[in-house]
């Protein structure tokens, strides 16, 4: 019964002790459980950091077995490793004796191995006292069985985030058919490494909070392996963060406004400020708009400041000096004296921000209207207004789409139309369906190469060494060491105002393609 019990039980059942605890802290995260501090000398000049910059998981990962950075191979820190009875050939061709508690410690304080050698200028001395040092070899003695959460032997825990209630519980209630319908594909298929993915949701709130507290439900009750599609709006700019201080990996933020941060968090496709940067290419080169008088216009908010801040600063880079930003209240535009603004400055090419209403409310002022400037916009931003708009102004609005239909291959459309109907999400939210359907691809694809003794670490690595990835209804995604944009682009559609329909231009702009 005890075997049957541990065989079907989660990976990370093991129990630590409250040594093998603090020594755990100290190799994830550089901290002593005890309060006391931990250095690290780093380089030549022994310059010391906190340890907490360079904790023994950044190198050797979670699970204490190494990972190349460069040309760079940290070495397998996994005890069984270390202390084999018969010593070790290194890459470079030294061998060394096993190593003990005491040989350890002279090791990760000293930077000399268990033979008396010189470890490798890039391992770092940590100065810390000897109980932080015994916690630590305690918790290397139990790396090796202390596996991540929510991997269990005929299942992998994966988790989302999908409002119940409020205005986003319609399109929370549509996500979450689409994923289950696309896992149960999966899982149809023979899972992942004969693996079911099970589908963990839980409800973020409205505000930042409750989102965040939802998030901590998920990694510490729940015991998740991963997050994937998460629709947290109110966690737009903090989720890298929040993910990093987990250490779990998300794939696929939806309704985020830029690019997430943090080396866990991928985003298959471009969020808002990506978009307006290929808008702003777009500008620069296809439209031919050198340097000419330009606003961004955006609501009054942090976020989307900062989002027109980061478009000011690419547009200047395009040699673009005359651009200023205009905010505004969202919901209670003040058309008139953003319009006059816009005007006294002359502007020609005009980045908006915000709601479709608000845009319309833009578009409908009598200087914008005299004199159209250009207007870009994104897709998720703006949609009937721009068709509503006069033939002159119409001729003249180009918009962002991460997607579009001439991305589907048949056999991604089929896939996508059965999981529809599988799932009951119906067409509702297509763009919304999209990003989490090819959300759902890309962590299926990264659990699978990850490997059968995956782990976050090891999906993580997965990720960042997926490359042309097709999901089927996307651009090719693909991910890197420092890009955690998987599309980092966008289709320019113009609008047909006679038709009253979008108007694909033929133009997909790449900011990784971009020579600044």
């Given at each position: 019964?005890?075997?049957?019990a ?18 755990k ?13 931990i ?5 030549g ?10 904790p023994c998981?950044?190198?050797?990962g979670?699970d204490?077995?190494g990972?190349?950075?460069g ?12 202390a084999l009875s018969?010593?070790?050939r290194?890459?470079n ?49 139990r790396l ?12 992998v825990?994966?988790?989302?985030l999908?409002?119940?209630a ?8 549509t ?10 594909a999966?899982?149809a298929?023979g ?7 099970e ?18 439900r998920?990694?510490?009750?729940e ?6 599609a ?20 998300v794939?696929g ?11 866990f ?10 978009q ?11 439209l031919?708009?050198?340097n000419?008088p ?9 976020r989307s400041?900062?989002i ?17 930003a ?17 005007a ?31 207007l ?10 721009a ?16 997607t579009?239909?001439?991305?589907w ?5 089929g ?7 599988r ?33 976050r ?19 090719a ?6 890009q955690?944009?998987?599309?980092p682009g966008?289709?320019?559609v113009?609008v ?16 990784d393609a971009?020579?600044?």
């Amino acid at each position: 019964m005890a075997t049957l019990a541990c065989a079907a039980g989660p990976v990370a059942a093991i129990e630590l002790t409250a040594s093998e605890q603090a020594g755990k802290q100290i190799f994830l995260e550089g901290r002593s459980a005890s309060g006391s501090n931990i250095a690290a000398r780093v380089g030549g000049a022994d310059t010391a950091i906190p340890a907490t910059v360079v904790p023994c998981a950044n190198c050797h990962g979670a699970d204490g077995r190494g990972r190349r950075e460069g040309g760079v191979r940290p070495p397998d820190i996994t005890w069984r490793r270390l202390a084999l009875s018969y010593g070790q050939r290194l890459e470079n061709g030294r061998e060394r004796p096993a190593y003990d508690a005491a040989s350890f410690a002279r090791a990760i304080t000293s930077g000399v191995d268990a033979g008396g050698n010189r470890l490798d200028p890039a391992m770092p001395r940590f100065t810390m006292s000897a109980r932080d040092v015994e916690d630590l070899t305690a918790y290397l003695k139990r790396l090796e069985d202390d596996g991540d959460p929510g991997l269990l032997a005929d299942a992998v825990r994966v988790g989302t985030l999908q409002p119940a209630a409020g205005p986003l519980a319609e399109l929370g209630a549509t996500v979450t058919a689409l994923l289950r319908g696309t896992f149960d594909a999966v899982n149809a298929g023979g899972g992942v490494h004969g693996r079911r993915v099970e589908l963990v949701v839980a409800d973020p709130g409205t505000d930042a909070a409750g989102a965040e507290a939802a998030l901590r439900r998920l990694v510490e009750d729940e015991k998740v392996f991963a997050v994937v599609a998460p629709l947290v709006p109110a966690l737009d700019g903090r989720l890298g963060e929040l993910a990093d201080a987990a250490r779990i990996p998300v794939v696929g933020p939806l309704a985020h406004l830029t690019g997430s941060g943090g080396r866990f968090v991928f985003d298959p496709l471009p969020g808002l400020g990506e978009q307006l940067g290929a808008l702003g290419e777009y500008a620069a080169t296809a439209l031919k708009l050198a340097n000419p008088p330009a606003a961004i216009v955006h609501p009054d908010e942090a976020r989307s400041g900062a989002i027109a801040r980061a478009l000011a600063e690419r547009l200047a880079r395009r040699g673009w000096s005359q651009v200023r930003a205009y905010a505004y209240v969202p919901g209670a535009f003040d058309a008139a004296g953003v319009g006059t603004a816009l005007a006294g400055q002359g502007a020609q090419a005009v980045f908006f921000m915000g709601r479709d209403a608000d845009f319309g409310a833009l578009a409908a002022q009598a200087p914008l209207q005299k004199s159209p400037p250009w207007l870009f916009a994104a897709a998720n931003q703006v949609g009937a207004a721009a068709l509503q708009l006069a033939p002159a102004q119409a001729g003249r609005v180009f918009i962002a789409y991460p997607t579009l239909p001439q991305d589907w291959s048949p056999q991604g459309a089929g896939a996508l139309r059965a999981v529809r109907e599988r799932s009951g999400a119906g067409e509702r939210h297509p763009a919304f369906q999209v990003g989490a359907y090819a959300a759902a691809m890309v962590m299926a694809e990264g659990l699978k190469r990850a490997g059968r003794d995956a782990s976050r670490d090891k999906l993580v690595a997965a990720l960042e060494n997926l490359h042309g990835f097709q999901t089927g209804v996307t651009p090719a995604i693909g991910f890197g060491p420092g890009q955690r944009i998987g599309a980092p682009g966008a289709h320019i559609v113009g609008v047909d105002a006679q038709k009253r329909v979008f108007r694909p231009t033929g133009r997909y702009v790449r900011l990784d393609a971009v020579q600044e």
